[in-house]
Every structure is written in structure tokens, then in C-alpha cells.
């Protein structure tokens, strides 16, 4: 253990870490002293004679893993309790972090033994080691070992000054979404707002000083947070209302203090100088260099087929809500803003079904106790509850542990399930706490093995007094794609941390198990388990609940659409495009969207100043990944559909592959050959085009 453990509680190794003890006095002191741990760690393997795979992999896994867990633990932190001194302490160590980190992967020493074990092994030696050896090898070249000396000190630079601007990115981009506010007093312009997001107005209005604010009478408090923002623009009657809430979302971090325009620039800049120090032509070539897709072309061809086969049912679609459009007096094309609005009533007319209607039977505890039972009856785990086990960083966070068939604890993880908008970042997402490793301290130890533990976060609605946390259909959905992440961080049999659960996964399968978990909510058993009316305990009417597995198909063409764009803009972005030069960043966004969708980007569109995934996280260049994982995802469940949704014997022994599969091997296999292990063949990408029903003609 850390000198310092017991005083601070970044520095422990015994058990997992008390985030509510952690303050930003201790952030300095704690990666100051991980830091040094880690570079004597590297300092005596630098100058270790060389040594077999397994030892030297061995001593790699434990070089940063306490450096790792203290960091990722503040950089959690950062995105789920933020506050200015966190901040500070955070931009404080952020420098020396990302220099070691540099300084690792531009190791001389280590890269030579890494070389040394490899060609140790020859061509027939452990495949995994192979694998994993093979993947560190080229993350070295990645991190710039084969630079020569000033190259490499400008490679180590860049890195400082990506990892610095990112931070930026992400804190404007909270601040601007936390910024904006519109208080309404007007009850007109609260026409056909559900009950329910007028309540959140109200509440959100009395939080700033509106002490007689109510849901009836307002004024309401209206915000950019999602749990708002979208069933306003769904459901507001008053259109300039919606035009308002539509530009400001659309202009989040491009002006004044928070405008990111300038920090785009600098990190597509910084991001092809990188590229161009490594030898390749453009930033999307080195990222591609580590993923499945082999190359642009190939990501090119897959969207544009994804393009071609959804466009005639997004103009179609189109064509229908402006009809709706017409008929209540709107004339001239539809905008970005009406879009939403009038997507919910085509749904209502087509389907006979209101969304947010649905949110009654779709309590977030019923939810979730329907979820960990289909994973207990298909996937061989328990899922139970264990609040109080272990230390939380809000009161509204909740623990749990995973259980085998056998009744053996192999995982953990916290649920952050509510929105907190001004401290924590919106969307969802899952996060490894710790990885499975045989070895390494920190954590939760059963028989001698540190096991998993994850994170899973979303922004569902707070329950109020008298209602629990009711879900959309989209946030049932997102549930259950983070739970699929978890599941490949949890249920990994892999027993060391570099390739186990998602590390050495290539960026464009990850998503696999997240999107295929999804397609869980429309298997009708599933769907009856996750639903039930929170006041009468009712379960979903029969016939609702064909509605909504018949919805699936629902405007498909148009959020096929919607995505290939983002995807088609961050490659355009990060291939070809001269971020030096006259290109300018927004004005592609509008030319992509223009080509892509069927209406185009408005004037004052600046989406990607708060496009996140591209700047301030993993998705620079990688941001089709969503679709190429999605192909493997609906492929993967064409296997259950096969054997028949009916069929619970054939479900379960599928269920069983899959997770020996997909779900076990983390990064120790490639995943074209763990998914050739589960399906037999290689992913069609027809399956897809299938699964969103965007085979069958337009309507």
C-alpha cells in the first residue's frame, strides 16, 4: 500500500474506494504519490533483464494500475460530481498524468522487451499472449517509441495539449447546457407538456427563487437537461417555444466564455499533426489502424449502404409529418424543430401509441428488477442488491452484486441512474471501476481473484414525493444498452486487467454487447417482466404491448439517417479535411447534413461545439463504430431469432454461447474471430438493414 493510505482515500488499495470521503485536497497529494509508485514500477522494468511473456506481461499490469485506479477515480468524479475545486485540482495533475502515460509508451526498454517476449513466442506460442503482446506492441508505435528524440518530445507535447483541451471541451460544454434557462409564466406556452415535465419545471423554477411555483400554474423553470429538453420539443404545442429550445440547444458552448469553436479547431490541428508525426495521412487512418474496419473506403461503404437503404422511408416519413403539419395551418417545409413534435403525433396516428403515456409502466425499479431477471433466466447470473456494501459518492447511488449459478460473487456494480444537472454530465454511460486480474490489489477479492466492478450512469427523471422514477422507452433502452457494457466488463473470464472485459477490445466492437442487449426490451417475456403500472401494479395491456414492439420500425429511416451523418461528419473531419488551412468545421457539419438528411441543418446550427463523443472522448474518428458494432449486434441476434424468441430451452444455450463468447474473451481474441466463435460465420451487414426493417418498401 501507498505511504499515505489510511489519510487518503485515493490511496487505497484494500477494498474499493470512499468517494464520499474523497475531497479535492486529496486529488494532488494522492497522484502525486501514485505517480511516483508508477514511475519506479517503470524505472525497475526499464532496467530488468529480459523476461518470459507472462512475467513481463505481468509486471506491465501492475506498473500503472494503482496510478489507474486513483485517476479514473477522479476523472469519474469530474463527470458525476463536478464542482470549480475539483476542477481545479483535477487541471492541477492532469499535465504529470498524461506526461507518464507518454513516457510509458515512448519507453525504449520496454518496448524492446516487449519485442524480446514476442519473438520469444514465435508463430506458435499462447495465443492470447500472441494477441495481447501483439496489441501492446502497436500501442507502443501508436504512443510514438519509433519517433526519433525531438519528434517524439513534440509527440509527448501534443498529447498535453489534447489531453488539456478536451477537459476544456467537456467543461464548456457543461457549463453552457447548465447556463441557459427560460422562465415561463405563460400557461399557453405550456400547451401539451405532460404533467409530468411541467411538475420538473415547477420544481426547477422554485429552486431559483420561485417559491409559489406549481405544475398547474408555473411558471416553470425550462432547461437543456434531457429529462426536459425532449419531451418539450416532443410534445409543446407552441412552436416558436420549440424554435427556442431547438436553437439553444443547437448553440450550447459556441459563443462568449464557453465557446468551443476555437478548441475544435485546435484539436482536429493537433489531431492530424499527430497522425502525420506516425506516419499516416490522416488522423481517421491512425484510428483506424487499431479497429476492425480495415479502412475508410470500408466504413465509407457501409454507410453509404445504411444511407441508401433508410433515405426512402426518412422522405417518406417526412412526407407524412408535414401532412400532420399542413393540417394544423403549418405552411412551407418542416424545420429541425418540428421534427420531433411531429414524428410523436405521426407515432400517435400510425401506432396508436403515446410514449409518454407509457412512462406509467415503466417505473425504473420495475425495470430493473425485469432486467436482472432475464439475466438470471437466460445468462446464468443473479443479480442482487447490496446497497450499504460499499461507500457512494450521492445518497441516490446505488450497489449491487453479481452471483454465477453456482452462488459465487464474480462482479459488482453501482447504478447512478438520476439526472443531477449542473454536477453531472448528460447521456449515459458504463465505466470500469476496477478489471478481473489474478493478481492485482484494489477492489473486491474472491478465491484469490480480483473481480470486476463497473459503473453504470444514466439521467433518468428524480422521483418526486409521490412518483418513482418513471422511464421512456428510449431510457429503458439506454438502461439496457449500458448493462450490456457492464456485461462484458463483468462477466470476463479473462484474469488479467490488459485484456479483460473491454481492454484490447477493438473501439468499433465494443459496442456489440450494449447494442445487442437492447433488442431484449422487444422480447415479449422481457418486456412483460420490465413493465407494470406504478400505482395499480397492472401489467402493460396485451395490445400496447405489440404497439410498442411493433414501433421498433417507427421512423427508423430517420435515425438511421441521423447517425450516419455524425458518423460520416467525424470522418470527414478527421480525413481530408484541413483544419489549418480555410476548411471551416461548422460549415461541413452543414454540408454533411445537406447530403445526408432529408432537411437541412439550420443557419444557426453549432452542434458539434457540444458534440462530446468527437472532442471529449473516445469517438474522434471512430464515431461510426455505433453502426459497425450495430451490424454485429443485430447479426448476434439473429442467432436467438433463429432458434425461436418462443423457445426458452434453444434461448438459454444460446444466451450460454453468447457469454462464453462475447462476453468471457475481452480483449484476449480478436473479435472477428470471438464472433466467428458464436455465429458460426462472419456478420452479414444486411442484418442490420433487416433488424430496422428498412428492407421492406417506404410507406
Known amino acids: 500500500m501507498v505511504s499515505g493510505a489510511v489519510a487518503n482515500p485515493l490511496l487505497c488499495d484494500q477494498g ?28 525497475a522494468l ?21 496510478l489507474g485506479r486513483a485517476w479514473g477515480a477522479v476523472s469519474h468524479l469530474m463527470s458525476v460530481a463536478n464542482s470549480p475545486a475539483l476542477r481545479e485540482a483535477h487541471q492541477t495533475v492532469q499535465p504529470a498524468v498524461v506526461a507518464f502515460w507518454s513516457s510509458v509508451s515512448q519507453s525504449q526498454g520496454l518496448h524492446a522487451a516487449l519485442v524480446s517476449a514476442r ?36 509527440f509527448s507535447a501534443i498529447r498535453q495539449e489534447l489531453a488539456q483541451a478536451s477537459t476544456s471541451f467537456a467543461n464548456h460544454h457543461l457549463d453552457s447546457t447548465k447556463a441557459w434557462c427560460e422562465m415561463v409564466s405563460d400557461p399557453a406556452q405550456m400547451a401539451g407538456v405532460p404533467a409530468r415535465v411541467r411538475a420538473m419545471c415547477a420544481a426547477a423554477a422554485r429552486e431559483r427563487g420561485e417559491e409559489q411555483a406549481n405544475a398547474e400554474n408555473g411558471p416553470w423553470a425550462l432547461t437543456l437537461d434531457a429529462p426536459v429538453l425532449q419531451p418539450l420539443l416532443q410534445h409543446a404545442q407552441q412552436r416558436d417555444l420549440r424554435q427556442r429550445l431547438h436553437q439553444a440547444f443547437s448553440t450550447r458552448a459556441s459563443e462568449g466564455e464557453h465557446d468551443n469553436r476555437p478548441l475544435i479547431r485546435k484539436i482536429l490541428n493537433l489531431r492530424q499533426e499527430l497522425a502525420g508525426l506516425l506516419g499516416f495521412d490522416s488522423y481517421a487512418e491512425l484510428s483506424l489502424d487499431s479497429k476492425m474496419a480495415p479502412s475508410v473506403a470500408a466504413v465509407d461503404e457501409l454507410l453509404d449502404a445504411l444511407v441508401s437503404a433508410a433515405t426512402p422511408h426518412a422522405k417518406a416519413d417526412l412526407n407524412a409529418m408535414a401532412e400532420l403539419a399542413a393540417a394544423d ?24 401509441l403515446n410514449e409518454e403515456a407509457l412512462r406509467a409502466y415503466f417505473p425504473l425499479d420495475r425495470v430493473l428488477s425485469g432486467l436482472f431477471a432475464m439475466l438470471e433466466g437466460y445468462f446464468d447470473i443473479q443479480v442482487k442488491a447490496a446497497d450499504g456494501e460499499a461507500p457512494v459518492w450521492h445518497p441516490d447511488v446505488r450497489f449491487f452484486r453479481i452471483f454465477d449459478g453456482n452462488g459465487k460473487n464474480i462482479a459488482a456494480f453501482y447504478l447512478d441512474a438520476y439526472a443531477r444537472p449542473g454536477a453531472k454530465r ?15 490489489p484494489g477492489g473486491m477479492v474472491v478465491d484469490g481473484v480480483r473481480i470486476p466492478v463497473a459503473v453504470l450512469v444514466t439521467n433518468a427523471p ?49 459496442e456489440l454487447p450494449s447494442q445487442f442487449l437492447e433488442n431484449w426490451c422487444y422480447h415479449p417475456p422481457t418486456l412483460e417482466r420490465i413493465s407494470a403500472h406504478y400505482q395499480s401494479g397492472e401489467p402493460l395491456p396485451a395490445a400496447e404491448a405489440k404497439r410498442l414492439i411493433a414501433a421498433r420500425h417507427f421512423n427508423q429511416g430517420w435515425m438511421t439517417l441521423r447517425q450516419c451523418t455524425f ?30 438528411m432529408p432537411i437541412p441543418a439550420e443557419d444557426y446550427d453549432h452542434f458539434l461545439c457540444s458534440f462530446a463523443h ?39 444455450a444460446t444466451a450460454q454461447r453468447f457469454r462464453d463468447t462475447v462476453l468471457a474473451l475481452g480483449g484476449s481474441v480478436h473479435p472477428m474471430q470471438v464472433f466467428i466463435a458464436f455465429r458460426g460465420r462472419e456478420p452479414q451487414p444486411d442484418a442490420l438493414i433487416r433488424l430496422c426493417g428498412l428492407d421492406r418498401p417506404a410507406a
Open 16 to 43: 474499493l474506494i470512499d468517494y464520499a470521503a474523497v475531497q479535492p485536497e486529496h486529488i494532488v497529494p494522492a497522484i502525486q504519490a501514485r505517480l511516483a509508485d508508477a514511475q519506479s514500477r517503470l524505472s
Open 46 to 66: 526499464e532496467s530488468a533483464p529480459p523476461a518470459q511473456a507472462p512475467a513481463l506481461l505481468r509486471a506491465i499490469e501492475s506498473l500503472g494500475d494503482g
Open 119 to 154: 519473438q520469444a513466442l514465435g508463430n506458435d506460442g499462447d495465443p492470447v499472449l500472441t494477441r495481447i503482446l501483439d496489441t501492446e506492441i502497436k500501442d507502443f508505435v501508436h504512443g510514438g517509441v519509433g519517433l526519433p528524440p525531438e519528434a517524439r518530445a513534440r
Open 329 to 352: 395551418g403549418i405552411s412551407g417545409p418542416l424545420r429541425a424543430w418540428d421534427i420531433p413534435f411531429y414524428a410523436e403525433r405521426l407515432r400517435e396516428r400510425r401506432l396508436d
Open 426 to 440: 448528460s447521456g449515459a454511460w458504463m465505466n470500469g471501476i476496477t478489471s478481473r486480474s489474478s493478481h492485482l
Open 462 to 510: 428524480q422521483p418526486s414525493a409521490d412518483t418513482p422514477s418513471l422511464l421512456g422507452w428510449r431510457e429503458v433502452e439506454t438502461l439496457f444498452h449500458e448493462c450490456g457494457h457492464g456485461l462484458q466488463h463483468m462477466l470476463t473470464t479473462v484474469d488479467t486487467s490488459l485484456a479483460a472485459g473491454i481492454h484490447k477490445v477493438e473501439w468499433d466492437a465494443v
Open 567 to 596: 458518423a460520416r461528419m467525424d470522418l470527414r473531419l478527421h480525413h481530408g479535411f484541413q483544419p489549418g488551412g480555410n476548411d471551416d468545421a461548422i460549415a461541413l457539419q452543414a454540408q454533411v447534413t445537406a447530403q445526408t
Open 614 to 652: 468527437l472532442f471529449a472522448g473516445g469517438y474522434g474518428a471512430g464515431y461510426y463504430s455505433y453502426k459497425w458494432a450495430e451490424v454485429l449486434a443485430a447479426d448476434a441476434w439473429g442467432a436467438f431469432e433463429d432458434v425461436g424468441l418462443d423457445n426458452d430451452v434453444a434461448l438459454r
